[in-house]
C-alpha cells in the first residue's frame, strides 16, 4: 500500500467511497476497484492503483491524435497506463484499455517522463492510447511541472469526466482537446448507459476555460451512423462549441468483437458536408490517407491554408503578422493554438 498513491476526487459512503473522477462515480466497496480498475478501496480510502504504470510512451505527431488546429507540426510525448472507463466493443487498442493495472507493474516518475521528452525533442505531453481519465491524478501531478519547462499539455480522451475533474485537469495547464464522440441518445447497439450529452458539455466547458477543443465522431457502421444520430451530433456541435471548434469525421475499421464492415467512403464524406452546410467551419474526414480531405481551407475564400500528408504538415501559408492566424488573402481569422513548427520531420519506428 505504500506504493500506491491517494486519489484526490473521491468521498466516502456507508460502507463504500464514491470515486469522483468520472460520470460513472463508481460506488467502490473495500478491497475492489470501480470500472476501469485504477481507483481501488482500502480500508476506506481511494487510492490511484494506476498511478504512474505506463504501458506505452512513445514521440509522435501531434496531427495523428487527431489535432490540427494545436501546436502544428509538433510532437508530443505520448503515454498510456491500464483501463478504461468505456469498453467499446470496437477499441483498437483493446489490449491496453480492457487490461487492469497491476501492482507489480513498473512506475515511471513524472520526472523521468519529463527527462525524455527533452530526449527526444518534443514540444509537448499526449495522454493517449488508453482513456487518459483513468490517469487523472499522475496527468494532474505531470502537468505544472510540464508547463513549467515549457511543455503543452494534451489529452485524447472520451470526455466523460466530471465538471470538477475536467476543471482541474484545465486550470493545472492541459489545454489540449481531442474529444471522441462515441455516438448519441438513440444508439441501442453499443454503449447504452453512457450519457453522450456530458462528451458536449464537457467539451463547452474546455472552451469556456480558455481551453482547445477538437471533436472526433469515428463514423461506426450500423451503429451511430444512421441519420438521426448524425443530426443529433452536428446540431449538438454547433449548439455547445459553435462553428469554429473543428471536427473531424473519421472512418471506422473493424477491430477487436466489432465486425461490422469498414465505414463507406461516400457516407463520411455526406456527413463532413451535412456538418459544412449546418455551418461547422473546419470538418476534416480521417483514416482514409486522402490530403486534400485533410487539408485546412479558408471558410470565406475557400484558399488552402495548411496542407497535411501522413500525419505531417507539409505546407504552411498562414499569416500571423498581426499577432493572429489570419487567411493571407482575404484576413479570415483561423484558430490555431500554439506555434507552428517548421521543418521538423517525424519517422514512425
Not at 3 to 8: G, H, N, R
Not at 48 to 70: D, M, N, V
Not at 83 to 104: A, D, K, V
Not at 237 to 260: C, D, I, Q, S
Request: aromatic share 12%; net charge positive.
Amino acid at each position: 500500500m505504500s506504493s500506491l498513491k491517494v486519489a484526490k476526487l473521491w468521498t466516502r459512503l456507508d460502507g463504500v467511497v464514491r470515486c469522483g473522477v468520472c460520470e460513472n462515480r463508481c460506488e467502490v466497496r473495500d478491497g475492489s476497484t470501480g470500472i476501469c480498475g485504477n481507483y481501488l478501496n482500502i480500508g476506506g480510502i481511494l487510492y490511484h492503483l494506476g498511478y504512474g504504470r505506463l504501458s506505452a510512451i512513445e514521440s509522435r505527431p501531434i496531427e495523428i491524435k487527431p489535432l490540427f488546429h494545436y501546436w502544428p507540426n509538433s510532437t508530443a510525448l505520448t503515454f498510456s497506463t491500464w483501463g478504461c472507463n468505456f469498453y467499446c466493443p470496437w477499441c483498437q487498442n483493446y489490449h491496453l484499455s480492457f487490461r487492469r493495472p497491476r501492482e507489480t507493474d513498473d512506475v515511471v516518475s513524472t520526472d523521468e517522463l519529463l527527462r525524455m521528452a527533452k530526449v527526444f525533442g518534443d514540444e509537448g505531453f499526449s495522454a493517449s492510447f488508453n482513456e487518459p481519465t483513468v490517469n487523472y491524478d499522475y496527468i494532474l501531478d505531470l502537468t505544472p511541472k510540464a508547463v513549467k519547462e515549457g511543455f503543452y499539455v494534451m489529452v485524447v480522451t472520451n470526455g466523460y469526466l466530471t465538471k470538477e475533474a475536467l476543471e482541474e485537469l484545465v486550470l493545472a495547464g492541459v489545454d489540449g482537446w481531442s474529444i471522441d464522440i462515441k455516438g448519441c441518445p438513440q444508439m441501442r447497439k453499443a454503449l447504452p448507459r453512457v450519457d453522450h450529452t456530458v462528451v458536449f458539455r464537457n467539451a463547452k466547458t474546455v472552451l469556456d476555460l480558455g481551453g482547445h477543443v477538437e471533436m472526433v465522431y469515428l463514423v461506426v457502421t450500423n451503429t451511430n451512423d444512421f441519420n438521426e444520430c448524425v443530426d443529433w451530433i452536428i446540431n449538438n456541435h454547433l449548439k455547445f462549441l459553435g462553428p469554429k471548434t473543428p471536427l473531424h469525421v473519421n472512418r471506422y475499421y473493424p477491430a477487436h468483437m466489432w465486425r461490422e464492415p469498414s465505414t463507406p467512403t461516400d457516407k463520411l464524406l455526406r456527413i463532413a458536408d451535412e456538418a459544412r452546410k449546418a455551418g461547422i467551419e473546419f470538418v476534416y474526414v480521417g483514416n482514409i490517407h486522402n490530403p486534400d480531405l485533410e487539408s485546412t481551407k479558408c471558410p470565406k475564400c475557400g484558399k488552402v491554408l495548411i496542407v497535411r500528408d501522413s500525419y505531417r504538415v507539409t505546407e504552411f501559408y498562414l499569416d500571423s503578422s498581426c499577432g493572429r492566424w489570419r487567411c493571407p488573402r482575404c484576413g479570415y481569422e483561423i484558430p490555431i493554438r500554439g506555434r507552428y513548427i517548421p521543418h521538423k520531420k517525424y519517422y514512425f519506428l
